[in-house]
């Protein structure tokens, strides 16, 4: 008769521990988006990205795969939740393309997060062209150059500023809409098929 009451009285202890856990879980980590399969594979490859790279790189000028899973993304119906979880989420290159998407989806919470990673201290690592850097995480987010490119908001392009500004020198970041207009890349953009 103690064994079963010993027995009852653990399974009652790890049960109550199991809900309890059950209830904390949830406040702890941040709900995966509704996204197709490939916005999933293209989810967890911007999450995971260890640099931040424009979108032609390398002597060839090939564009990496975390900059397809972008676009991947932001041609999601929930590319906005999505771009939101990674700034919670993903590492800190990922954040930042995380960052880039809301330049399209949200312009309001595109600028509160500018605010927020402007400040931030510290380095990426970054690979733009050939070349692989640390770049300073503030002069990423936004340029404190006098000519750094300013975009009139996300239907803007990077063809259309340099028409208005053709003497220009034109320096990049994430804050005046280069490095998200760079990332979209052109209209109709074609991943080149794997041989």
């Known amino acids: 008769m103690p064994a079963l009451r010993t027995c009852r009285l653990l399974f009652l202890v790890f049960s109550t521990s199991f809900c309890m856990l059950s209830l904390l879980i949830p406040s702890c980590s941040t709900a995966m988006p509704d996204l197709s399969v490939r916005g999933v594979k293209a989810y967890q490859v911007v999450k995971k990205a260890e640099s931040f790279y424009n979108s032609a790189v ?62 931030m201290p510290g380095k990426v690592k970054t690979m733009i062209g050939c070349i692989i850097a640390e770049d300073e995480i503030a002069e990423l987010v936004e340029s404190k150059h006098p000519n750094a490119i300013r975009l009139r908001g996300p239907e803007d392009t990077m063809q259309a500023w340099w028409a208005r500004n053709p003497k220009a020198q034109g320096f990049s970041d994430i804050a005046g809409g280069c490095w998200p207009s760079e990332l979209k890349g052109k209209k109709g953009a074609q991943r080149p098929v794997k041989r």
């Open 58 to 119: 390398g002597y060839a000028g090939s564009t990496p795969a975390v900059v397809w899973a972008f676009r991947d993304l932001l041609a999601e119906k929930n590319a906005d939740a999505a771009f939101k979880s990674l700034l919670q989420e993903a590492t800190l290159p990922g954040r930042l393309y995380g960052l880039c998407g809301l330049w399209f989806t949200d312009q309001a919470a595109f600028k509160e997060q500018v605010a927020h990673y402007r400040a």
